[in-house]
């Protein structure tokens, strides 16, 4: 592997390639994998080989250079420059042997580790302080060493196994006290205080601290109240590599070095542990899928780093392209503009995501600040929902109050779900509602987006405008799971295409990676949900393939079992297992020839039947039609005014049974009444559903004049194994599911 030198643009896998800007107050260093160009003006004799002593010799320099700067020190370049040749020199020369051949792809798979730790010690933004060619040599070597991996076919097909190796990691136990990072291909990052250490510009660090000042609290002498650090300590050459950067950022900006000034004194510019380790793994560009939502204003910061970064990169070249004629662009640009794009379920939660870039992005010192924002304050606030809640009676208050908070939260404002809106960022304002190809940031719903890919299939290009995606962001992936999932991913699909149309980009500019097909290995997607399902680890295990590696929060659940306020009967019943294909067919034909053998040999009323799948919901409401059965069915498509009968029927023992799925429960959260027996078809994917349906059915019991006992059935396979953490927690569910005995009972 050759130490080269090539001047590139900005990756969005946040590695950096080497790359010099004349007149520049400092060296941008990113990655590009087809450099070919050898520093044989900069470094005596052969080329050095990864492997070789000599490639020992240059790191041990390239570790005094960083330990330098990182003390304030900033060693001459032409005193940089002989250290390392001499270094590198004398080594060469005391060798035996000749240099070791550049590995080939198969000695690439068979030191995969390596791969890792390479790609780990080349940082996001870093900036090392550059006056000439000697200074940047380390950025060189290990931009160079990362291209050549990412140059793997293997690599570029995400990773290559059909069975993907997840590793635990005990980094996040101390932001996370019930949860671990879980990774694949990489290894969670050093978690820092400060904003300055990753390289985020003074002014969006100025303005995340006002965005923040209330919650961050800190006082004038400077104490530190949310301070987090990993167990884990940095590899030396990293942690150097770290304080240079940090010091490069403090030479462009006077006030980044104010802030960066004896930095272990300051307080934290995170407001918890948890923040600050979600935006450690956000800036590490690696796939994310985490299960809290306090983490949403981490990610969002990192959206707006990573748009400053790009367009600050592509702004110096085209300066240095206007004033040196012989200057060769890079290719730094995608097929379009827009770089982020974030999916969310509904209008109240975009309301909320778009301020708080705005907060993040731009300060409304003047009245164009923020263009736009009237109109979207009108598109996106409460509208008719407000007038709505005015003309609630008493009774109907009354209820929605009766309600969780959780669900008041959730659907409190406009709660439409087919929205979509460009942002486009420059350095003096922001515009909502910009064209497309002219934004920076989509925010959208998967409705919306799906919508307009199929009203623009016919003109073709539909998805021209998502070919260069570089950070996918999806927050709320529970309540999207709610609502059509098909949306999901036919976008997902559509991101990082090959576009039809050429839209105004100078092809000569477009990195190799997006001409070759390979946008979605240098895409980081992040997904951030309430808890893990099925479809979820599907979409992150096969559509994300970044090449940065993958990481996920693993949470460990105790369970809802003992949330009930009087003692009930739960019998949990483990049926043949499966495979997924069959699960559906294997579950109904056990239904039929056991449980509802049961149901109808007792003939009693007040039977609930919970679902989780609509289709499974068609599937029993047909066959309790063939059967006869005196039921009632309330689903997501039920009328109001059919629920409202159902419901009534129900309670009053006119209809014995109720089918009843978790969409309807989820959107309208109803207070079921008569119900004396629960049968669980199927688990619900929220925990807390379990505990309220059991608390109604508590009610039954406690009212009822017979005096008999409450009980509640569920079914269960290793399929349902996620769902079974979140209810009975992990110490149960792994009895349960590994135990010869078929039924468990707890009381």
Known sequence: M???????GFSPGGRKQHGQAKNASRAAYVLQPDSDDDLDDI??????TAGSSAYEALLGGLDSFTASVSNGVKPKASKVKAQLAAAVGAQQRQDSTPAEPPLDDADHAASSSDDVDDRSAVGMDEALPSTDAADQVAADFFSQQFAESLAEPDRLKGHGSSAPVWIDDSHAHSA????????????????YDRLGSYGVKARLQTLWRDAHSKLLGADKQGQSQNTYHTKKKAKPFKAARTHAKTDAAASEDALASSHMKNVSEQPS????????AAFAVCNSYMDLSDGEDPVLDACLLHCINHCSKTAELIKKTNQQAKTDRDFEAPRDQGFTRPKVLILLPMRNMALKVILRLLQFTQKETRADSIQGKQRFLEDFGPGEDASDEEELTERGKRVKQQQPADHQALFDGNCDDHFRIGMKITRGSVRLYSDFYESDII??????????????????????????IEVLLVDRLDVLQMQNWAHMTTVLEAVNQVPQGQHGVDIMRVREWYLSGHARQHRQTILLSSFATAEANALFNRMCVNHAGKARLKVSYKGVLGHTLSPVRQLFERIASSTAAADAESRFQHFKKHVWLRIKESGSSGQLVFVRSYFDFVRLRNFLKEEGASFVGLCEYTKHSDVSRGRSNFFHGRRHIMLYTERAHFYHRYRLRGIKDALFYQLPEHSSFYSELVGCLEEASSNSSSGGHATVTVLFNKLDSLQMHRVVGNARCTKMLKSDSSTFLYC
């Open 443 to 468: 925010v959208a719903s998967p409705l919306a987006l799906a919508t307009k890919l199929t009203e623009d299939e016919e003109e073709g290009g539909a998805a021209d405008f998502l070919s260069s």
């Open 269 to 276: 510019d995170f407001v918890n542990a948890q923040q600050q």
């Open 2 to 8: 050759k130490v080269s030198k090539s001047n590139r």
């Open 176 to 191: 996370w006290p019930n949860a671990s990072w879980v990774t694949m291909g990489t290894s969670v990052p050093q978690v």
């Open 43 to 48: 470094l005596p004799g052969p080329a050095v």
